[in-house]
């Protein structure tokens, strides 16, 4: 059996090496007349292999390949964005041309943007791993229908500024995604290997397992959340709750510093560069360097998630997180790698006080409604916790409440911190992945039906 | 997107050269496709503004043998060389060419207006602010994003199939709240031909009542013997019952709601799916894989006349196929669904006139949520907002209430449909003028 099936993409040279960024400066530089203007171009290739299942109708083998550019102007609080497909010197100067305020003495210098090729649109890799996946589920005694959808995700950026021209960056991932007649089960891994193979196949199990189980209910009553879960938890309650953005929606960002938002169990800090190594980022989608920021310490507010313009709108935000989807898309403040700090509570004891309480292995989806504060995280099933550990097998819940207050009834933090790849993000339309390292998390006193 | 058919040109040599190549690798049935397009975006939110110009080009190309296939799509132009992948799973199946409908006599001018400007487009949601302002003082937009866009493609397939089409569209996305600090927001969406379609005054009335609805109390539960249903509801409750007019296995999926002589709904109700109709967003006269499109008479006076059905589903159901793939971006795959998919209106009803004449009932004026169907217990739930009617008259606001009953009370509850026909941007755009419905209930929950 193959232990490792990862592709050795991050071994290649980046596409953007070559690009000329003092040339991309100099036009830029026209642009920005004003001392406090920013202006940057973001460059982007990107390269999506699926292997669909053998059951699907349409074509069995789907690549994406693209890349394209974005010129941009921030000037106060205004954005002026122009992008392309395709990457050549003389549509970058016709988009810098679309940004500029006033119309310029003379043409924009068309630079020099040679790429690297590329390669041949193969992922062997994939090919494997549904085989590993089936084999995990048979070695667990079940069978049933699965559906298995396997994709490769490979990023590259180059972001040019005035002054300064970040290194290009990348991120190579992997996607899968698991149909079974009874639900599904998506999850993003970091490589392809028995271990992971093994993950997906457990997580079909628990879904088939399932299938018939009754409703799962909690009055008021203690829910121990699996780190899967919790890293779900952290992205929709901390990460989203705190992007600036979001809170500019309901006042000024500034205002959350410094606020109890959750219990003081609660130690939670975005951290691209702590990601696994083939996401991990040292600057984020701006060019600005990235920095482990501490959302909440202790439970308080210390530092929202802000990209350039929330910085420049907002003084007290430190900017860093600074993610778009695509080109075509204008930066936004979002989380990359979250992190919750490890408690000491070993995970029997997590269980052990938890007496009639449901273990939350792993969360479907969660979504938070940024003017109310109103948050759902879904669960595809349930366990309850009897004698110490977790028993019978109950249907799909979700949980329910108002942010602060859900925080505020963390109990205690597992001991041992996970990696969990926490999903896609869709937040206005921009697809990312997001990635969190999380222990499990007790809470207490919530209701689950 | 929306398009007019141009007639069949030249084929693109670009496009000739890659059927070749594949060809000649092996791959004798194959499909290209060449998108290019450019849009204007501009957003206000409360605190920060964005313009953007986007410009897109690109191509995807399917292609396949009797030992399977593949899909490859990227930006730029396609080159015959490749890289291509490795074909896998089952074969590609495409359509044959067929002759297409006689093409609109001229361009419909709309298709090349030029796209709104940036002042242009943010002076339309800076008056959208003022009319909401004055339409409800003290409310305001959290936020406005207008995108207006234009496209061309072309399509190439080794059967013969050659198609061009031009393409138009805009849409608009309005989240807006009330004048005070705990009020609730709510948002909109919007699609039409062009930007400049758009009417600030009317839609800044719509938020402002909807506005006020949201800010009102929780209604308690009421008889309402009648319920009118404005076009946004009747549109919504048109795409969740889907699966009785749509695809190869809707004629048994409905059978158990239709009468002896074939009867699913009341003679009020006719609905058709037309991807040529005049005006409409996604107008077009082929369809994302070059197959011709017309207007399909899926229920006429209440009776099931034949599912909506694309060319893989020729054989699989009684029904003429016709062209509703749908493509909404060069990176998908063409799958088949709804273009227009409408309820036909009466030209002779004002939709005044339904609510004038309700004695007791509701005013369903918009949706809160999604739709639940329980296709089993044949019941449907619908979360609604909108007024209390008595004597014809709006009375007092109604939300978090759910329409709710059985699917086939509703289909043969409806009385009488009006003139206002309007599209909305769902799954495809889906068009309902207002409709008077009995044997519907209101409740609490669903």
């Known amino acids: ?449 | 997107m929306s398009a007019s058919v141009e007639p069949p040109a030249a084929p693109s040599p670009v496009l000739e050269a890659v059927l070749r190549t594949l060809a000649r690798r092996g791959l004798p049935t194959a499909e290209v496709y060449r998108k290019r397009g450019r849009s204007r975006r501009v957003e206000q939110a409360e605190a920060a503004a964005t313009s953007a110009f986007v410009q897109e080009r690109a191509w995807a190309v399917r292609a396949g043998s009797e030992s399977g296939s593949f899909f490859a799509a990227g930006t730029g132009e396609p080159r015959p060389e490749g890289p291509w992948p490795e074909p896998g799973g089952r074969p590609l199946a495409l359509p044959e060419p067929e002759i297409p409908e006689p093409a609109p006599p001229s361009t419909p001018a709309d298709l090349d207006a030029p796209l709104v400007g940036e002042g242009e487009g943010l002076r339309l949601l800076a008056s959208l602010g003022r009319e909401l302002d004055s339409a409800l003082p003290g409310a305001r937009l959290l936020r406005a994003a207008l995108e207006d866009g234009w496209s061309e493609g072309e399509l190439a397939s080794s059967r013969g199939v050659r198609a061009r089409t031009r393409h138009r569209v805009a849409a608009l996305h309005v989240e807006a709240r009330g004048g005070g600090k705990a009020s609730p927001a709510v948002a909109l969406y919007l699609a039409a031909r062009e930007a400049r379609r758009f009417d600030p005054l009317s839609i800044a009335r719509r938020l402002a009542v909807r506005l006020e609805i949201a800010a009102a109390p929780l209604a308690e539960p009421f008889e309402a013997p009648e319920v009118v249903l404005a076009p946004p509801v009747a549109a919504r409750l048109l795409l969740g019952l889907a699966p009785l007019w749509i695809g190869s296995q809707a004629a048994s999926h409905g059978e158990r709601f239709r009468d002896g002589d074939g009867r699913l709904a009341s003679p009020a109700v006719s609905i058709a799916d037309d991807g040529r109709l005049p005006g409409g967003v996604f107008e077009s006269g082929v369809d994302g894989e070059g197959v011709p499109c017309r207007e399909v008479v899926l229920l006429q006076e209440g009776i099931f006349r034949q599912p909506l059905l694309s060319w893989r589903d020729a054989g699989r159901a009684a029904g003429e196929t016709s062209g509703c793939s749908r493509r909404p971006s060069w990176r998908d795959l063409p799958t088949p669904g709804p273009t227009h998919l409408y309820l036909k209106p009466d030209p002779r009803l004002a939709a005044s006139a339904l609510v004038g004449a309700v004695r007791r009932g509701a005013y369903a004026l918009d949706v809160e949520g999604g739709m639940a169907v329980d296709w089993e217990a044949g019941r449907f739930a619908l979360p609604v907002c909108g007024f209390r009617l008595e004597g014809g008259r709006a009375t007092s606001p109604l939300r978090g209430v759910w329409l709710t009953g059985e699917i086939a009370s509703l289909l043969r509850g409806i009385q009488a449909v009006a003139r206002d026909l309007t599209f909305h941007p769902l799954d495809g755009m889906i068009g309902a003028p207002t409709v008077l419905a009995t044997g519907v209930e209101l409740r609490r929950g669903a």
């Open chain 1, 1 to 449: 059996m193959a232990a490792h099936l990862t592709s050795p993409w991050h071994d290649r040279p980046v596409p953007f090496a070559r690009l000329d960024a003092p040339a991309i400066a100099r036009a830029l530089s026209q642009i920005a007349e004003r001392p406090e203007d920013l202006a940057d171009a973001f460059f982007e290739r990107r390269e999506d292999i699926e292997l669909a299942p053998d059951s699907t109708e349409g074509p069995g083998v789907r690549t994406l390949c693209e890349e394209g550019f974005a010129v941009r102007l921030l000037r106060g609080s205004e954005t002026f964005l122009a992008s392309r497909d395709g990457i050549d010197g003389r549509s970058f100067a016709e988009a810098v041309r679309q940004v500029a305020r006033a119309l310029p003495s003379a043409n924009y210098p068309e630079p020099a943007l040679p790429l690297g090729p590329w390669e041949d649109a193969a992922a062997p890799e994939l090919g494997e791993f549904p085989g590993l996946v089936l084999r995990a589920i048979r070695a667990r005694h079940v069978g049933f229908p699965l559906r298995l959808t396997v994709r490769r995700h490979r990023r590259e950026v180059a972001v040019v500024g005035v002054r300064l021209a970040a290194a290009p960056e990348r991120e190579v991932f992997y996607s899968c995604a698991a149909e079974l007649p009874w639900g599904r089960h998506g999850e993003l891994l970091t490589e392809l290997s028995a271990a992971s193979a093994d993950g997906v196949a457990a997580a079909c199990a628990a879904l088939f397992r399932a299938r018939h189980a009754g409703p799962a209910e909690l009055a008021s009553g203690v829910a121990v959340l699996g780190p899967g879960a919790t890293a779900v938890l952290l992205h929709e309650a901390v990460a989203h709750a705190l992007e600036a953005d979001t809170l500019a929606a309901t006042g000024r960002p500034e205002a959350a510093l410094g606020l109890q938002l959750g219990a003081a169990c609660l130690d939670v800090l975005d951290d691209p560069a702590a990601a696994p190594a083939a996401v991990a980022r040292t600057t984020d989608d701006e060019g600005s360097p990235v920095c482990r920021r501490w959302l909440l310490r202790g439970g308080v507010v210390e530092q929202p998630l802000a990209d350039a313009l929330w910085s420049r709108l907002s003084p007290a935000c430190v900017p860093g997180a600074g993610r778009r989807g695509s080109r075509h898309l204008p930066p936004g403040p979002r989380s990359s790698h979250l992190e919750l700090l490890p408690g000491g509570a070993p995970e029997e004891d997590l269980f052990a006080e938890a007496e009639g309480g449901l273990y939350l292995e792993v969360a479907s989806r969660g979504a938070l409604d940024p003017a109310s504060g109103e948050f759902t995280l879904r669960f595809p099933y349930a366990r309850r916790l009897r004698g110490g550990e977790p028993a019978e097998v109950l249907g799909p819940c979700a949980l329910r409440g108002r942010v602060a207050d859900l925080l505020s009834r963390a109990a205690a933090v597992g001991a041992e911190a996970h990696p969990a790849g926490a999903g896609w993000c869709a937040k206005g339309g921009q697809k990312l992945p997001v990635w969190a390292t999380a222990p499990a998390l007790r809470l207490e006193g919530v209701a689950i039906a």
